[in-house]
């Protein structure tokens, strides 16, 4: 269990990393019913950085029920007026805020990223998610609906709808932004007055338990919510297949998704998913370079790649095509990689070693299809999952390069003669999470907008996200959207009362 962990870090994370970590059911931490625990690494060095309970199908069972009492009518918080529960929420924003340092180290460590990023970005956003979301909490209305009954004396309508929660929620979370991803899910669940039972991914599950930690500080009610890390082939699949669970929300590959859609079929419960992508970034002739070439960088480059929604295909105009990818490689050369902690490092390790050799794959596979790296191209280092930031040139559309998602700093850069011949390239994958373009004609970047089939389209800037804008994919990209109040509509059932009146 030992770590090695330096003294020379945030000295709450330290310990949080030095104890075996148990998993909180029904307000309790408590060891795996098993008594099974599983290793989480630290992906600069490949040692152990913690050990934690490896919950499966027993422990999803225990959670599950406890979620469910916790749903009760009468349960303390189905009593929560909306304002007290929205105060909750809040308070819960500021805890993520008061542990920034602490949340942060334990995610630079856990995943690999920078610390200086999950200060800047990820904790800072969980807390804001967290906020935007406690607001909607007095605002969940129904509607009035005059109904077109014919008139029968005695006898009028009077219909309104309510908008209640769908219940015991399962939501199963990926590596690429551990405590993030755990604020999207949670957010609107709670928002919206569900019981959740959350399973972090087997690679990152210390953010998560930590923040669980912070939501009994906050004070919600025993049950409502529940983290049970483990492995997605027991504990997912148990989640994923509850019979009483009535929504499952997932955030990770299109494979498992597909899997998730199956496991969900037995009971019919709900269904979001929010899965892969192979987003195109378009820079157009016109486009103001001083600010694409870096933003196209930052599009792929950015958590070292492992973005759903990375600009991870890069369409060029031929006629600036060389400039740009001479830009985008200098870019990529002058990056710092290094372990998270170093606060000069720019680009972390990959989150584990199988996404090592999936990336160098990914690699190879490329160069024996005969793309060429314009910078970069492999692995460094012997220790630790570190890749150089790769620009691949010489590629064709039907490459396995540009076709499947890599989620690694890795893209491919393919020049276009015009929009007629870029438009079907853009739209060519089974994906359509998000999209970029770079121009500073108006009517070219709106018209482009409308025709590429993506559920985000970022206009001269990339990888902007905000609680309040929906966030989600078309086509093998996911079902239904994150954020913003649609991700609220998400978590909420319609109830159409219609009542009989003199
Ligand atoms: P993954 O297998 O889809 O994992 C995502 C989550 O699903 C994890 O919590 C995982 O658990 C769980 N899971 C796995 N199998 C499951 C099952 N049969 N039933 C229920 N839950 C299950 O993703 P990955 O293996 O970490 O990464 C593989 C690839 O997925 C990446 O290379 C990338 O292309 C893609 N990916 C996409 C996103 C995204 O945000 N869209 C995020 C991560 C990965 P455990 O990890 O604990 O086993
Ligand atoms: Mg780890």
């Given amino acids: 269990m030992a770590t090695t962990v330096s003294t020379n870090i945030d000295a709450n994370a330290a310990q949080f990393v030095a104890q075996t970590r148990k998993m909180l059911i029904n307000g309790k931490w408590m060891a795996a019913a098993s008594g099974k625990t599983f290793p989480t690494y630290n992906p600069a060095t490949g040692e152990v950085l913690a050990m934690v309970a490896e919950g499966d199908k027993e422990d999803i069972d225990r959670a599950v029920a406890a979620a469910r009492k916790a749903f009760e009518n009468d349960s303390p918080w189905r009593r929560m007026t909306a304002s007290e529960r929205g105060r909750l929420i809040w308070k819960l924003g500021d805890l993520i805020d008061k542990h920034t340092e602490e949340l942060a180290t334990l995610e630079s460590l856990d995943n690999g990223k920078p610390l200086t990023v999950a200060r800047a970005a990820d904790v800072p956003l969980a807390a804001e998610l967290f906020r935007y979301m406690a607001g909607w909490t007095t605002k ?93 082939e027991t504990a997912g699949a148990a989640l994923a297949a509850h019979p009483d669970v009535d929504k499952i929300a997932f955030t990770g590959s299109t494979e498992v998704g597909k899997m998730i859609v199956k496991a969900a079929a037995g009971n019919l419960k709900k269904v979001t998913l929010e899965l892969g992508g192979k987003s195109p970034n378009v820079i157009m002739k016109d486009a103001d370079l001083e600010i694409a070439i870096p933003g196209a960088a930052s599009a792929i480059f950015f958590n070292h790649g492992q973005c759903c929604c990375a600009g991870s295909r890069l369409y060029v105009d031929a006629a600036i095509y060389d400039k740009v990818v001479e830009g985008v490689s200098e870019q990529a050369k002058k990056i710092k990689v290094g372990p998270g902690l170093d606060p000069a490092t720019q680009l972390g390790p990959l989150v584990s070693d199988e996404q090592l050799r999936r990336v160098c794959g990914y690699l190879e596979s490329g160069f024996s299809e005969g793309a060429k790296a314009a910078a970069g191209g492999h692995k460094v280092g012997d220790k630790g999952y570190f890749v150089e930031p790769t620009v ?111």
């Fill in 140 to 232: 969940l209305e129904g509607n009035t609906i005059p109904l077109s009954v014919p008139y029968t004396p005695g006898a009028r309508y009077h219909a309104y709808t309510l908008r209640e929660p769908v219940g015991v929620v399962g939501q199963i979370i990926p590596w690429n932004f551990p405590l993030l991803m755990a604020a999207w899910k949670l957010g609107p669940a709670l928002a919206a007055g569900c019981t959740i039972v959350l399973k972090p991914a087997e690679q990152t599950p210390l953010s998560a338990l930590r923040l669980a930690e912070l939501i009994m500080e906050a004070g919600f009610p025993d049950g409502v919510v529940n983290v049970v890390p483990g492995y997605g």
């Fill in 392 to 502: 691949m040139v010489n590629t064709k559309q039907n490459m396995k390069i540009v076709q499947e998602e890599i989620f690694g700093p890795v893209v491919t850069a393919i020049p276009y003669k015009n929009v007629e011949e870029l438009l079907p390239a853009a739209n060519d994958t089974v994906y359509g999470l998000a999209a970029g373009i770079w121009t500073t004609n108006i009517n070219k970047a709106h018209s482009l907008a409308a025709e590429l089939r993506a559920g985000t389209v970022w206009i001269n800037c990339y990888n902007i996200f905000d609680a309040a804008l929906p966030f989600g994919g078309y086509k093998q990209s996911g079902w239904g959207r994150e954020m913003g109040h649609e991700a609220l509509e998400l978590y909420t059932e319609t109830k159409a009362v219609c009542a009989r009146y003199a």
